[in-house]
């Protein structure tokens, strides 16, 4: 469908649906503020998300979008109880597959199915579930035929001479214009949730003309007041120092094949984390890189929290009682953080203020050992943190850099063989049981070149990304870091 010019302005006020308070305060694009996310039925929430036209490949324009609102999904549904029903829809048959098809010399059917599938793994690698129900275009052909007949016959379109079907925005009234005021260009797609969607969702691009025409023809062919209860839209991601998109047409876009080549998945959703979802943000290397430091960090800090939980840090006492109403507190910034638009940035900040705290104690008791131990404060917060990254889809586990060949298994498994020789060699290199006096120092003298051999197998594996910590005499960890950030220090360093 497509429309003709007609006075613009905001249409009639927002209805607040009827329902189920989520406790959430989202901010809604029809109404240009926060409003309560209520949802219509208490065993599920409809959701509606924009997907792709597959004609290529999809970049990190795409995937910012998909992440952001992946992440939004999860958190509804993990922290705030929602069953979410959602659906995408596939634009699977148009202009542009046409004429790549062409440019290719393939079927548009074939052309769509390849970067079809190419854009459903790249979700999957980047760690987006898919939705309840995908939705293609070529298969709903005669449900939008109907669709169009329906908004005739309820005169709000008319065909020409040439077959062209128009929306009538004249017969909308001052009803056109729920998300911007200007008037609209062609935009039509099946939907499937009847007179009422809860949410529905894309990138800002899309409010104008998409989104604002899917509200026009969805309400007149239902006959409803209000198709729609919530808009939720994201911010753009633009190459940093660059004010326009990341897009195709400019040509200034990274594949997600490509971007995945170099940075893990869990380092784009922590990037994304940084973020409030409607902002538009920048990206570089150097920000991946800020992102990636931040989960070695966390990552370095409860591998040290679980080895102190084990007795394999030399340490003395911690401050028990105020790490206890440290972690209280953070738990409760965070649910108040996410209930506040999934204000994330404030949620990362929280995480990270507990990491610093968390980490401060655990350098502290290793200047002054000996006294009580308090396990247990610890163990919560690794219970913690390992509870709040799974439910944002992100992996704290310290494998952040990429393994191109798919043999990170058996790297880590030489690897620990290693490590374990070498804690061997070291035990017996510092253990001098039965010699006293000088005949011990003559013991340490002559295993001297051990300890050093140890030191030279350490430095050498510093150089391919491997860090060895000395936790004690007795007990040695490992971690895989990244080429680029050998030299990365942990939290309190």
Request: charged share 25%; hydrophobic share 40%; with cysteine.
């Amino acid at each position: 469908l497509a429309g003709r010019a007609a006075s613009g302005g905001r249409g009639k006020a927002w209805l607040q649906p009827t329902g189920r308070d989520t406790g959430v305060q989202v901010y809604n694009s029809l109404t240009g503020r926060k409003e309560p996310l209520i949802v219509a039925h208490a065993e599920a929430a409809s959701w509606y998300s924009c997907g792709p036209t597959v004609y290529d490949h999809a970049h990190l324009g795409h995937a910012c979008s998909y992440v952001r609102f992946d992440i939004i999904r999860r958190i509804l549904t993990k922290v705030f109880g929602c069953n979410i029903v959602m659906v995408m829809g596939i634009t699977d048959v148009d202009d542009k597959i046409i004429k790549r098809a062409n440019e290719m010399n393939i079927s548009p059917a074939s052309l769509a199915s390849l970067y079809e599938e190419g854009f459903k793994q790249d979700m999957a690698a980047l760690k987006v579930l898919p939705p309840t129900v995908y939705l293609r275009v070529t298969e709903t052909i005669p449900q939008i035929v109907s669709f169009i007949e329906g908004i005739i016959a309820r005169g709000h379109a008319y065909s020409t001479a040439k077959g062209n079907v128009y929306f009538d925005l004249k017969s909308r009234g001052d009803k056109y214009g729920k998300l911007v005021s200007v008037a609209p260009g062609p935009a039509t797609e099946p939907m499937v949730f009847g007179s009422e969607l809860d949410i529905h969702s894309g990138g800002i691009d899309l409010a104008f003309p998409h989104h604002e025409n899917e509200i026009a023809q969805c309400e007149v062919f239902h006959q409803c007041e209000q198709w729609g209860n919530y808009f939720l839209h994201s911010g753009h991601l633009h190459m940093k120092g660059k004010e326009e998109k990341m897009s195709k047409s400019l040509k200034n876009y990274v594949t997600i094949k490509d971007f995945l080549k170099t940075f893990s998945p869990d380092i784009f959703r922590l990037f994304c984390l940084r973020s409030s979802y409607r902002s538009a943000i920048d990206y570089s290397d150097s920000a991946m890189l800020q992102a990636q430091q931040l989960l070695l960090g966390l990552g370095s800090f409860l591998e040290d929290a679980r080895a102190y939980m084990k007795g394999q840090l030399a340490c003395g006492s911690v401050r028990e009682v105020m790490l206890w109403e440290r972690l209280s507190s953070t738990k409760k910034a965070v649910r108040a953080a996410l209930a506040d638009d999934f204000d994330t940035p404030r949620v990362v900040d929280a995480i990270l203020g507990l990491a610093h705290c968390g980490n401060g104690e655990l350098r502290a008791t290793l200047k002054e050992p000996g006294g009580p131990r308090s396990p247990a404060v610890f163990g919560a917060i690794i219970s913690y943190f390992e509870q709040f990254f799974e439910t944002v889809g992100i992996s704290l586990a310290n494998q952040q850099c990429v393994s191109g060949d798919g043999s990170e298994a058996t790297l880590r498994a030489v690897v620990d063989e290693l490590v374990r020789f070498r804690q061997q060699v070291r035990q017996f290199a510092l253990a001098t049981p039965e010699a006293t006096g000088e005949a011990q120092q003559q013991q340490r003298l002559e295993r001297r070149p051990l300890l050093e051999a140890c030191d030279t197998v350490r430095r050498g594996l510093t150089a391919h990304g491997i860090n060895i910590k000395d936790r004690s005499h007795t007990t040695s960890t490992w971690e895989l870091l990244d080429q680029r950030t050998k030299d990365q220090k942990s939290f309190g360093d």
